[in-house]
């Protein structure tokens, strides 16, 4: 059995407040947990810096992740994250290719593969989205905009891309709907995706982790986690909500 991966995409909310509010508590909780599943919050970046300095290195039992990077290290990006700054202040998971940037900020899977290789350089773990909208699920296209986004991944990285990294399904009609896919869809996408990615490699892969996304609740969280090749979950909404978030935690684990 793997030690699941509960991660809290905070996306755009949160403040000092909050912060205070939600890390004491989570972190005592985790007391009992944090050996058998790794959580990870990814805030808002300019928060991440507070949150370590709130808790000392050696009792914090979560992880802190960026909800971006720059595909640049360094250089004239008004605006960006890099890489090289997130390891210097100990992040270690990154998400890329959230649906929310690939289209509030129209980024491209090229692009986004550009993004993975950073991180992958820097030893950082990439948590990459993949999942398709409404539309394509309707044409029942799932499982080739799921090829796609994988491939351009190994053209640019290499056949060990996906070693030591961790893709989030999160079909795209799912977030912020209150209409999770079903664990049935879930785990025949992910089943997909795992040998998918075996099928392009001759080596054994090592580390790599599939988490569900989208409209995670206390309610389907059990149904979803026990799907063989689900490993965790990514949350949105329910992890902005310390009861609901710590309930998930406590039902991925029984
Ligand atoms: P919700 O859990 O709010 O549906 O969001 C999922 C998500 O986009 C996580 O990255």
Redesign the pocket.
């Known amino acids: 059995m793997i030690k699941p991966i509960i991660?809290g995409?905070w996306?755009l909310n949160g403040n000092k407040v909050f912060i205070r509010k939600f890390f004491e508590p989570l972190n005592r909780f985790l007391s009992k947990y944090h050996k058998k599943c790794t959580v990870i919050i990814t805030p808002p970046v300019l928060y991440i810096y507070l949150i370590q300095k709130i808790f000392s290195s050696n009792n914090k039992k979560f992880f802190l992740g960026s909800q971006n990077v720059d595909n640049h290290i360094l250089g004239p990006f008004t605006g960006e994250i890099s890489s090289c700054m997130l390891k210097d202040i100990g992040v270690k998971y990154v998400?890329i290719g959230?649906?929310?940037r690939r289209f509030n900020h129209k980024e491209s899977n090229t692009i986004i593969a550009k993004k993975f290789h950073i991180l992958k350089e820097k030893k950082l773990i990439p948590i990459l989205?993949i999942g398709e909208t409404q539309e394509e699920k309707i044409n029942k296209k799932t499982k080739e905009i799921c090829m796609e986004q994988i491939d351009v991944i190994f053209n640019i990285c290499g056949s060990y891309a996906f070693d030591n990294s961790i893709i989030?399904y999160?079909p795209i009609w799912?977030?912020?709907?209150?209409n999770?896919a079903k664990a049935k869809e879930v785990q025949y996408i992910s089943h997909f995706i795992r040998n998918y990615i075996k099928s392009k490699i001759n080596h054994k892969i090592k580390n790599f982790f599939i988490q569900y996304?989208?409209?995670?609740?206390r309610k389907n969280a059990k149904k979803l986690i026990t799907q063989k090749d689900v490993d965790g979950f990514?949350?949105?909404?329910?992890?902005l909500k310390l009861k609901e978030f710590t309930k998930i935690i406590e039902i991925t684990n029984i």
Do not use: D, M, Y
């Not at 799912?174 to 209150?178: L, N, T, V």
């Not at 990514?234 to 992890?239: A, D, K, Q, T």
């Open positions: 991660i995409n996306k998400i959230h649906s929310e989205c989030a999160e799912a977030i912020g709907s209150k999770s996304g989208g409209s995670v609740t990514l949350i949105g909404g329910s992890s």
